[in-house]
């Protein structure tokens, strides 16, 4: 057996943090974005992924970009492209659901855009909120803005104000969020 080195396990990918402890983590996208990408460390961080025992990679990314490096190094991957805007009451309204579904079944789960900014941000603000994992809006920004080490933004703050009426008007309980 050849001994394996230190990149063995590959590396966590940049921004990385738990929404939910040892269930649901958001990043950037691995390898970076734009003129920063890197193959070798998205394999790197796909690799990270894959040794931590995730379950599904949730691809937010607006075109399937580098999907197919998931299944070459045997992660699970979901794309559900997300641009906040117009459509994003019905791409949260069937996204919430699954991702619930998802970590209700003992998923582990990283949901990525090419940054991580306000619509991932916001997006799994809008999630705690929904869940009711958190009581309301502004405490799942706290929340989320103290894991991230981030403050949302507009765009973020207008998702979780989605997600409240999306709770409201799907009834979503505490029976469907994750424990």
């Not at 230190?6 to 040892?22: D, L, Q």
């Not at 997006?123 to 809006?137: D, E, F, I, Q, T």
Request: some cysteine; hydrophobic content about 40%; proline content about 7%.
């Amino acid at each position: 057996m050849a001994p394996k080195g230190k990149w063995a396990a590959g590396i966590t990918p940049r921004n990385f943090s738990w929404v939910i402890k040892e269930r649901l983590a958001l990043c950037e996208r691995p390898g970076g974005y734009g003129s920063n990408h890197r193959r070798v460390r998205r394999q790197e961080e796909i690799i990270w992924i894959r040794e931590q025992g995730f379950t599904c990679v949730l691809s937010l990314l607006p075109s399937p970009h580098n999907l197919h490096n998931y299944e070459e190094l045997g992660v699970n991957c979901l794309h559900r492209p997300f641009s906040p805007g117009e459509s994003s009451r019905e791409v949260l309204a069937a996204l919430y659901p699954e991702l619930a579904h998802m970590l209700a079944d003992g998923g582990r789960v990283v949901v990525h855009r090419n940054e991580l900014g306000d619509p991932v941000v916001g997006l799994m603000a809008g999630y705690l909120a929904w869940s009711r994992l958190v009581p309301n809006g502004p405490r799942a920004i706290s929340i989320i803005e103290q894991i991230t080490h981030r403050q949302l933004g507009p765009v973020g703050r207008n998702l979780v104000g989605v997600a409240l009426e999306l709770r409201g008007a799907n009834g979503a309980s505490v029976d469907a969020a994750p424990s």
